[in-house]
């Protein structure tokens, strides 16, 4: 049986993510040695947990959902554990600051959110599950979302996280903490995984300390579904196949920001879904025309250019791609070479 596109594209993606990109290993064991688990007592007496990231001397930072049902948090590490003694709290950015006493472990480096690229390399570190030991996930940045209120980007990436892992840490490859891994969406499509600014750091150290548990206070991933950014609007039908939902967000999102290529992209993802392929070409291309470093968005087009079988659109994004990065645009010339039944 021939390979069909997809099957192709999948195989250049696994290859790419062993090939096209380079990381510090020596950093990385760094940054997993200063990840931790939260723990606490709820009401009922069960035990609850999340995670945590070391980012100064006696400092771990956290989401504050993690620091709702239990009034006697720590942090714990293997068998030993530390008593949170107060915390800083920013409830609707859902970060918080905990301060502990004679942690014996080193902080983290920290990066920043705002030098990161769509399509980079970043890996996951926290207790998902519960897990004793840190567990590991690589992905790559699937968007990068400014906040005109504060410095820093929301990183939307595919380095999965389960229950146990929010307030874990998203580190780039050379072992930088770059954001802290919050909220996400689950459906048929895939999940979509959301981590937080590592730069809200700052704001976050600015308030008072308190020592009174457990913390209150909606986060913005739960306000009001229409009141929400489009971005987290688009990932709950995204993430479902929601096309219709999806169309309807997406153009309520072009007609408040024109110029959003993540708006486009999702109104051409919409389209294709629901089978209007010259429209969802049509739009990709605006997309790809306000960002053209968006890889996703070029992997789409050629894969709408490959069904109709145009090879002079697949030489076009190929070009583009190789600009970006040679090494994935080698991997991608297969594509280009291959003959329009294969």
Known sequence: MKASMKSLLLSVLISLTT?????????????????????GYNQEGGLTYGSGV????????????????TNRPWVARGQNSY?????????????????????????????????????????????????PAPLTSTGFVNGLYSDTQSNGKVIRTNAKFRMGASGSGLFDMDGRLVGINTFKTAGKHGSIHFALPIE???????????????????????????????????????SRGDWPKLMQVANNWIKVDPNSPDAWYALGLSEENLGD????????????????????????????AKTRGDKAELTRVHAAITKI??????????????????
């Open 83 to 131: 008593e949170i003694t107060s915390v800083k709290a920013d409830t609707w950015n859902d970060l918080c600051l905990v301060t502990t006493e004679n942690l014996p472990l080193k902080p983290v480096q920290l990066g920043k959110s705002s030098h990161l690229k769509r399509g980079e390399e970043v890996t996951g570190m926290g207790h998902s599950n519960g897990a």
């Open 277 to 304: 392929i010259e429209t969802a070409t049509k739009h990709y291309l605006q997309s790809s025309s306000l960002d053209a470093d968006n890889m996703d968005v070029l992997i789409k087009i050629g894969e709408l």
């Open 200 to 238: 809200w750091l700052e704001l976050l150290e600015k308030q008072s300390a308190i020592k009174k548990f457990p913390i209150k206070g909606k986060a913005l991933w739960e306000e009001d579904e229409d009141k929400k950014p489009f971005y987290m609007q688009a990932a709950v039908p995204e």
């Open 54 to 69: 070391v980012v100064a001397k006696d400092e771990v930072i956290t989401n504050c959902h993690v620091l709702r049902t």
């Open 325 to 342: 990065d040679a090494d994935i645009g080698q991997q991608y010339q297969q594509f280009v070479d291959c003959s329009i039944d294969c």
């Open 19 to 39: 090939q096209a990109f380079a990381f510090d290993r020596q950093a990385l064991m760094q940054a997993y040695f200063g990840v931790v688990m939260i723990q």
